[in-house]
């Protein structure tokens, strides 16, 4: 059994590149985000899927979500996941964390990342912007997590660090998060066909994008 987190520290995010867009949307969105991803992993019976958030967001979560939930208080993502890892090291060897804001993710993606858990070591793909959108860590070693700003070769001197092997995993539908305009403009051209296309399909059909 792969343990899967999925971080949702706020439902009512606020990346600022993206306000004028989403405007009051943004929440909307984030569920589209989890309700995809959630649906995309159902598909792996050896998936366990732990949504790792406040208790405030409980009552605004969807009552078919049917994952685990690991609740936490930290302002810091990257504490709220050393928590989280606490939380399963008892019964699992490895985890999988993955952003919820991966909007092209596909079901070949979750394929790759499960084969790669079964081997040893860690896994990591790589996001625009030397971001992080896919990280496999063993529970029993000190890892620190460096989500935030540049985390991709922060990552791998963790993995280098603590002496982890590591495969870096390249895929074209998990290197693109929502960040910036283009991005949500790259959703749109690809028609990814899930909530979230659906979503920032209506958004922009309201809204235009402009000066991209």
Do not use: W
Not at 59 to 72: C, G, N, Q, R, T
Not at 81 to 104: H, Y
């Amino acid at each position: 059994m792969l343990s899967v987190i999925l971080p949702l520290k706020y439902v009512n995010f606020s990346k600022s590149r993206l306000n004028e867009i989403l405007g009051d949307k943004k929440s909307n969105l984030v569920i589209a985000l989890l309700e995809d991803m959630v649906s995309l992993l159902r598909k792996f019976p050896e998936i366990e899927i732990y949504l790792l958030t406040k208790k405030d967001n409980l009552d605004i979560m969807p009552k078919d979500l049917d994952v685990k939930f690991i609740l936490e208080d930290e302002n810091n993502l990257n504490k709220a996941l050393e928590k989280g890892i606490k939380f399963l090291k008892s019964n699992n060897k490895k985890v999988l964390i993955l952003p919820l804001d991966l909007p092209l993710i596909t079901e070949n993606d979750i394929k790759n990342l499960v084969s790669l858990s079964k081997e040893e070591g860690g896994a990591i793909s790589p996001s625009s912007r030397d971001g992080t959108s896919a990280i496999i860590l063993p529970l029993e070693s000190n890892y620190r997590l460096q989500f935030g700003e540049k985390s991709f070769p922060k990552h791998l001197s963790e993995f280098d660090k603590n002496n982890i092997p590591c495969q870096i995993h390249y895929s074209e539908s998990l290197f693109y998060d929502l960040d910036i305009p283009e991005d949500i403009v790259r959703v749109l051209d690809i028609k990814a066909g899930n909530k979230a296309y659906s979503l920032l399909k209506d958004i922009v059909s309201s809204n235009p994008i402009k000066d991209i």
